[in-house]
């Protein structure tokens, strides 16, 4: 019988105490400026740079790992320290999921170092699908693209709204219709190259949580790519849509191919927000005295902290399955990404929620992080797919019926 371990080895175990370091030197110590400032924290991200931690080649390597533990690891460590300066670090990686999900090997090779940049020019990725009216529903996109075959170009128009990293990023991969009437199917992803003409920042949104990431519209007037910058390339579009159009199945779809990879790592920063907030409440509870004894000796308090543990420790085992499964190629036969990014998300709110609770007044004030990291965990039910769309992904999944 083949050993069953949950023990991580000894590279997983290395690497989780060079980010928990990292995670606990540099991002904590400055997640309350960033979080009041609501900037982009470039001197953090450069931090990163720096000790290799921004790279593509760091990425390449936890996203290489045959077991797919190591980038969730990384994720959660990340996210300890805080949720928003992680984003401001990790944002690249969702253009990276859409290139490397959508794209040829060689456009992989030449776009994702790009995404990332170099130790001496910090460049930045970011990924464009929701629009102000298709937020969940991303089968009805209204930014266009369409082929000027004379010039073998495509030209964009459109706007996308909450973006991570929008306007302010060197690299944007787009997601666009090309075909409307097929929806979904329709549909296909674009690189925009630094510096191209008609590509601006809209509005930047003053949000409740996750403030030190940027958040903004992406704006594109008659924006022109060349040919080679629709992911996938030509003839792999235009067989796609022929299958569309004789209603068969098209296997992938350009938006949806990057949620499922990307949200049982969503998952593992949610993870890392409630950690966070449990292990402040824990060491809180046993410190703070109210008549006459530790507060973690009255059964009311000593109970939440069992849950926060019992449904942090459950949303973990999710969110390593789903990513154990993407990483050994094992099909998602119940929905099972979609379930550790909705049990995650969940957990870290109701998490964050009982940590004020048992820090009372303290907890609601800004003096101490609970209340911040609260702010931050409630985005984790409602991007990278709502808590609803989740649900609505593992019914359809385990009844095989179209739940409209």
């Excluded at 990276?96 to 030449?110: C, K, L, R």
């Amino acid at each position: 019988m083949a050993d069953f371990t949950l023990d991580l080895n000894e590279d997983q175990l290395q690497i989780q105490k060079w980010v928990h370091d990292f995670a606990e030197d540099v991002i904590r110590p400055a997640a309350h400026e960033w979080d009041e400032r609501e900037e982009t924290p470039w001197p953090i991200i450069e931090e990163a740079a720096k000790i290799g931690l921004y790279s593509w080649e760091f990425i390449a390597n936890a996203f290489g790992d045959p077991t797919g533990i190591t980038f969730p690891i990384v994720s959660e460590e990340m996210c300890w320290g805080d949720a928003g300066i992680t984003l401001s670090i990790f944002g690249s990686t969702l253009a990276v999921s859409g290139i490397v999900g959508n794209g040829t090997p060689e456009q992989v090779a030449e776009w994702v170092p790009q995404c990332f940049g170099t130790t001496d020019k910090i460049q930045l990725g970011a990924f464009a699908v929701s629009e102000a009216d298709a937020g969940s529903d991303v089968a009805n996109l209204r930014t266009r693209a369409v082929y000027d075959e004379a010039k073998d170009e495509w030209v964009l128009n459109g706007t996308k709204a909450w973006i991570t990293n929008g306007g302010i990023a060197d690299v944007h991969v787009i997601v666009a219709a090309v075909d409307p009437e097929l929806k979904a199917r329709g549909q296909a992803s674009f690189v925009v190259p630094p510096g191209t003409p008609g590509l601006r920042a809209g509005q930047k949104y003053k949000k409740h949580g996750i403030r030190a990431s940027h958040t903004g519209e992406v704006v594109l007037e008659d924006v022109r790519v060349p040919g080679r910058c629709l992911l996938g390339g030509k003839e792999k579009l235009d067989q796609r849509l022929a299958r569309a159009r004789e209603g068969k199945s098209t296997k992938t779809q350009a938006a949806m191919s990057t949620f499922e990879a990307s949200r049982p790592l969503v998952g593992a920063q949610a993870l890392g927000i409630a950690r966070a907030a449990y292990e402040y409440a824990l060491d809180y509870a046993k410190e703070r005295q109210a008549f006459g004894r530790p507060i973690i000796e009255n059964q009311g308090i000593a109970f939440k902290l069992a849950d926060m543990k019992m449904e942090i420790d459950a949303a973990r085992l999710l969110v390593w399955r789903a990513c154990w499964m993407a990483a050994t190629r094992k099909r998602f036969e119940s929905g099972e990404g979609s379930m550790s990014k909705l049990k995650a998300g969940e957990v870290a709110v109701k998490v964050t929620e009982e940590a004020i609770q048992i820090l009372g007044g303290y907890g609601y004030t800004r003096e101490y992080p609970v209340e911040r990291w609260h702010r931050d965990a409630k985005i984790y039910t409602i991007f990278e797919g709502t808590s609803e769309i989740q649900r609505l992904v593992v019914a359809r999944a385990i009844s095989g019926v179209h739940i409209p």
